[in-house]
């Protein structure tokens, strides 16, 4: 994109990519006083005014009589060459449309509206009548401000007052109310406010993370460290670089319920909080969060993967927290990984990339292992505490009454912990109460009426979800097959039935429930999650949500239910996910300086994974799934793509599978195979039939534009749907 001229006179020949499903760049006419590169524009499309960005010369294949003008350029900094370049490449890499990748990159609505006004506070002049403890609280907070204005929501927030207290305080003329543009820049952060005392090894790690951030040049990182070891500190210190040289970063967290605390890391660490993007963010913020990266407004990003696309002004640092964590893949509309995309975007505009995590991916694993990516890794943990002590209760070995499914060594263990005041935690990857419900009756199982998945039964909110699709419904007294009345009984332990058991067996404890569906907001999860860290709770019971990075220093003991669950999958990262999860899971016990353990419920003790988990020996483990890995020809020794056929009719998707099959000319060519058409694990979802079909090559191979070249002649008619998933993360 070098060649290209970066300025278009009024009337010249440009090209204008639209948000809009077209299979090309549509030629214009650059509107009165010119347009730059990149401009966001608003062009006629038939009868609309649509969204476009100037992406070029235009083609100039299309009668130039006919050409239209664009209506006008918006009031937004022109998308930089980096990010066309980026979007351009991830659109290749993912066989994605190019508009479909300029959604992505304009996900704030509103982009050309002019700034909008809101109210702001300040201190006033006058004193009030009379003061009060929340009034003193308010002109405190302002005074501590100084000359900063704060929005009204943020005036009460700091003071922890109502917002009538400060409306009130306006009255008076001791708080004055002005008018100011929404979108304003963000508080500075500062890279000197309060550095960390750091561990020997810790300062290591961030000097060479500083170092390579300074070279202002890509690079990528793997920065390995157990939990406790202090990975966050190090990489803010990574950030504090970044942001000294003027430059921009962002850092992306698997969890939104993640952010609260980690903001208040970085307040703590530069003296104000960062921009926030992720779906909790409001409309209007996200448009200020948009438009302040553009204008570098906004030093530091904290932020879910689609942050990846915002239009940063000067890029230069991506940290990609928990990096193995599945979330990082978008499993729905444009599929793409974000760890690799941070890559492929640092690789473009010359910043750096950390990958954090205390149980990295086999596929940064290797990338470290062959000399593309630096590694780091933090030993250490605060507290002089260790990874926890690892065994396995053999359940065969354990007398256990039908419906419960805590073993009696695993009751004798939790006793103790609670007997010396410390916290125990017992683990279920499994949200709602029971994961089948049956007619004992007639045999029937509940299952959705719009997907192949049986409902889970939810007694919390009291109504059978399917996992798949949201569907809910209401429990119902009779079973829906034979009418029987009373007959339907639960099967298996999810969280909420495993919390019954333990109340039962520990009627004194008191207990607190973590899972992801039982709270309103992130805020009510964070003030549950700071409750049990202090020692509100005795006994935890929670999915994988209480795997991810939240800090219990009072637990001393974790029991995992079930250790063979993960393993069942036909997933061919089934053992690495297990390995990880458990991991993570066995890390939260032990943290300051009580020695922590960790006990496994596993039928089949004998298994490399679970032997792997408990010997703890890391590297034996890697080895040994890299070699399976390389043996069968799979990520990261192979390359991988996965073809989604849906519809409505179920004749339909299978005939379009054998065709793709019959036809694979393209993909042969360069020693791609393709197998199936298969009915998918889950064969429908939404009341759409769903066919596989695998493309599996030898690594190294130019694998998309053969996908391009074999799915190209195929059109899909009505209801089909088709959906390339290249580097599939799961298998459904
Ligand atoms: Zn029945
Ligand atoms: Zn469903």
């Not at 339909?652 to 199936?676: C, H, I, S, W, Y």
């Amino acid at each position: 994109m070098a060649l290209t001229s970066s300025y278009f006179d009024e009337g010249a020949l440009i090209g204008v990519l639209t948000t809009q499903p077209l299979d090309r760049v549509l030629d214009y006419r650059a509107p009165e006083g010119g347009c730059h590169l990149g401009a966001f524009v608003e062009v006629p499309l038939g009868p609309r005014k649509v969204l476009g960005v100037v992406w070029g010369p235009g083609q100039g294949d299309y009668d130039i009589s006919k050409v239209r003008s664009v209506i006008r350029v918006l009031d937004a900094a022109p998308m930089r060459e980096e990010l066309m370049s980026f979007l351009t490449r991830a659109g290749d890499y993912t066989l994605t449309p190019m508009p479909a990748m300029l959604r992505l990159a304009t996900r704030a609505p509103g982009l050309g509206d002019p700034p909008s006004m809101r109210k702001i506070y300040r201190l006033g002049d006058c004193a009030p009548d009379r003061m009060t403890d929340a009034r003193t609280r308010v002109l405190d907070v302002l005074r501590e401000m100084g000359g900063l204005s704060l929005t009204l929501k943020e005036v009460a927030e700091a003071a922890g007052v109502t917002t009538s207290v400060v409306k009130g305080l306006v009255k008076q003329g001791a708080v004055r109310e002005e008018d100011s543009p929404r979108d304003m820049p963000f508080p500075t952060l500062d890279p000197t406010y309060a550095g960390k005392d750091l561990t020997a090894d810790q300062s290591t790690a961030s000097a060479t993370l500083r170092a390579a951030v300074a070279t202002r040049s890509y690079g990528t990182t793997l920065l390995k460290g157990v939990t406790g070891s202090g990975k966050t500190e190090v990489y803010l210190e990574a950030v504090a670089e970044c942001l000294s040289q003027g430059r921009q970063a962002l850092v992306l967290l698997p969890e939104i319920a993640l952010t609260a605390e980690f903001l208040t890391r970085v307040d703590a660490r530069f003296g104000a909080k960062p921009a926030e993007w992720h779906s909790g963010v409001t409309i209007t913020e996200r448009r200020r969060v948009w438009k302040m990266t553009a204008q570098g407004g906004a030093q530091l990003v904290v932020g879910a993967r689609s942050a990846l696309f915002l239009p940063f002004r000067d890029l230069g640092l991506i940290v990609v927290d928990e990096e193995h964590d599945t979330s990082y893949k978008q499993e729905d509309g444009v599929l793409y990984n974000a760890r690799d995309m941070a890559v492929l975007r640092a690789s473009i505009c010359g910043a750096q990339v950390i990958l954090a995590s205390a149980t990295p991916s086999l596929e940064s694993w290797a990338n470290a292992d062959a000399g593309k990516y630096t590694k780091l890794e933090l030993t250490s943990r605060f507290g002089a505490a260790v990874m926890p002590d690892m065994r396995a209760i053999d359940m065969r070995n354990e007398q256990l009454p039908s419906s419960s499914w805590i073993s009696p060594t695993l009751q004798r263990a939790v006793q103790q912990r609670l007997d010396n005041g410390e916290q125990a935690l017992l683990f279920i990857n499994r949200r709602g109460y029971a994961p089948v419900t049956i007619c004992r009756a007639c045999g029937h199982q509940i299952g959705c009426d719009h997907c192949d998945a049986r409902m889970v039964e939810h007694r919390f909110l009291k109504r059978l979800v399917c996992h798949q699709c949201g569907e809910t419904k209401p429990m119902p007294n009779t079973c829906p097959s034979c009418e029987a009345e009373d007959k339907l009984a639960a099967v298996g332990p999810g969280v909420e039935r495993l919390a019954e058991e333990a109340q039962t067996l520990f009627p004194d404890a008191r207990l607190a429930v973590l899972s992801s569906d039982m709270f309103g907001s992130a805020r009510a999860l964070k003030a549950e999650i700071e409750t049990i860290a202090s020692g509100g709770a005795d006994l935890i019971i929670g999915t994988q949500l209480v795997a991810k990075g939240h800090n219990f220093p009072l637990l001393t003991l974790v029991g995992v239910i079930d250790a063979d669950l993960g393993l069942q999958g036909s997933d061919l990262r089934a053992a690495e996910r297990t390995f990880q999860l458990m991991r993570q899971v066995a890390g939260r016990a032990g943290r300051a300086d009580k020695p922590g353990q960790a006990l496994m419920q596993t039928y089949q003790p004998e298994h490399p994974v679970i032997r792997a988990i408990l010997s703890g020996d890391e590297q034996d483990f890697w080895t040994a799934e890299a070699g399976e890995r390389r043996a069968a020809g799979v990520p990261p020794y192979g390359r991988l793509a996965g073809i989604i056929l849906s519809s409505t009719d179920v004749q339909e998707v299978f005939d379009l599978g054998n065709a793709l099959a019959r036809n694979d000319g393209p993909l042969r060519r360069v020693g791609a195979q393709v197998f199936g058409p298969a009915p998918a694990p889950i064969a429908r979802v939404r009341g759409r039939h769903r066919v596989r079909l695998l493309v599996k090559a030898p690594k190294g191979t130019a694998l998309q534009p053969a996908l391009a070249e074999w799915i190209k002649p195929f059109r899909l008619k009505g209801e089909l749907r088709m959906a390339i998933d290249i580097d599939p993360q799961s298998f459904y």
